[in-house]
């Protein structure tokens, strides 16, 4: 059955009585529902205008291009390795420290990237939500839990220098920076701030402390952007087989 999306305005007033303490004694609301056909606002349109001009502005503006049409697909996709990319590099810029991976939760990716001009605008749809970059020292023992669990659900974006097989919904042949993972070892990753805190399931990353500087992932998307233009790059991210299933 198809619902009817056509959005309402709820009008809620409030009736008090003489009582004390005050307390509502009748509920009067009408709907209004907002169709093409209302007429706007004048006063209000002539308040909000400045706003909106200044706001049209920055969200057009132009910061890089993109070769191609990337989507987000799994076990991996152009755009995935762009955006985990960016978290590993823009976490190294940030905070001064080599990085061994960077991650993006699959289910963050909000948007895709068409072929052409990359606006702010087109970033903000792409990662709506205020995450910030966080780096954690992890153990090789634990990074290999947070690798299953992206296996488990069908694969995560993961950068350069990670590579990964998915099996039985496993994380198998992992290799970091070219070497097999080494359980005993301390790695440092970059992830979103949910991830850290446990989001999406990753418990195992709930208690280990974090590296937090207050960067906003979105801002290192844009930051990342404008990098490669100075450089006279276009985004232009492919599949690398990162992460691939094995039979």
Known sequence: MRRNTTPLLIVVLFVF?????HQSSS???NDYRI????KPDSTLVMMLQPYSLTMNASMNKVIGFSSNNLNAKQ?????????????RLMGEKKFGRKVDAGFMNQGGIRSY????NITVGKIFE????DNLVVLQEVRGSVLQQFLD???????????????MGIKEKKAVQVLINGKPLDE??????????YVANGGSDCEMLRKIPKIDKGYLFRDALIEYVIDLTKQGQPVDSKIENRVTNVN
């Open 113 to 116: 990237i068409p072929k052409g």
């Open 27 to 29: 509920l009067i609301y």
């Open 17 to 21: 009585s003489c009582s004390t303490p």
């Open 35 to 38: 169709e093409k056909q209302l």
């Open 184 to 193: 005993k070892a301390t790695y440092i990753i970059a992830n979103s701030d």
């Open 126 to 129: 792409l990662m709506p939500f």
């Open 149 to 163: 669990k992206i296996a488990a659900d069908g694969g995560w974006p993961v950068s350069a220098g990670v590579i």
């Open 75 to 87: 076990p991996e996709s152009g755009l995935g390795n762009f955006m985990a990319d960016c978290m």
